[in-house]
């Protein structure tokens, strides 16, 4: 297909190939038929190991992308099944989706973004979604951030600081007779 870079650029998808491009006038629906590259076929869905083929899987499935414009967009790919020796027989994984959602990865960040910004509603509207979909893609998208996010990162620069003259702690005098001191560790 010419111009593969460019639909490749403007779908917001990673290496995947895009083997069309189909707009039907009448719904305002282009539809990208895709596939992964041979580096991302056969993987499980959840921990991305290359498995080996079970079997075609239900046909091919649909993914919703963001809009341009006035077009609805939406990838089509097929969407064979793996056998995953941890976890079982799965569907195999996307590089421009999350496993078991139909939407792809570009517009799901984008309505995380939006959820941060303006109301339910007005996503719901604008971006012609239904209601729920909208919580269950932020639930989505934050259980991807919170696997990247180290909640420890603060505490090398508190263990480091220790030991330094302007550590924060009691003043030292001498302590009273009769009482405990504590250390602060």
Known sequence: MQNSTLWRTLLGVDKTIVEAVNLDVDT??????????????????????????????????????????????????????????????????????????????????????LATQTSKTAITVLMRIAWRAVGAIITRVWADTEKQVDQFADLNRITARRGTRNEAGPATSQPRPGRRTYKYC
């Open 28 to 113: 305002g629906i282009l539809v990208a038929p895709v596939r992964p590259t041979a580096s991302m076929r056969n993987r499980c869905g959840s921990c991305q190991k290359r498995c080996p083929l079970y079997d075609a899987g239900d046909g091919r499935c649909h993914w919703r992308s963001l809009d341009a414009g006035l077009v609805r967009i939406q990838l089509e790919a097929a969407a064979p099944r793996v056998s995953c020796g941890e976890h079982g027989v799965t569907v195999t994984a996307v590089p421009w989706a999350r496993h078991q959602t139909g939407h792809t990865l570009f517009f799901d960040d984008q309505i995380a973004w």
